[in-house]
């Protein structure tokens, strides 16, 4: 029975063992991206961080300021508030 050979170098060129650290590292400590949980909120023309509210509607999150305006403009329109908040 021939044994397939054992792969020592990566998709990115870099030796697995390596490969996996850098993997590792970037999903332990890069932060939160635009629309993340407690990273910067999800509205394109918002400099707000600590995005906490959870949009059901998109499945993002956006800032304190961001949320109220949206629930607001659903409760005008005769919706359910879509934003809510986690914590």
Known sequence: M???PIQTEG???????????????WQTYRPPMRGEY????NNALCTGVDARWYNVASTLYYCDDCAQRINE??????GREICELYD
């Open 38 to 41: 407690h990273g910067r909120c």
């Open 11 to 25: 998709a990115a060129g870099l030796d697995i063992k390596t490969e996996v650290a850098v993997e590792e590292f």
């Open 73 to 78: 403009r659903c409760r005008q329109l005769g």
């Open 2 to 4: 021939k044994s397939e």
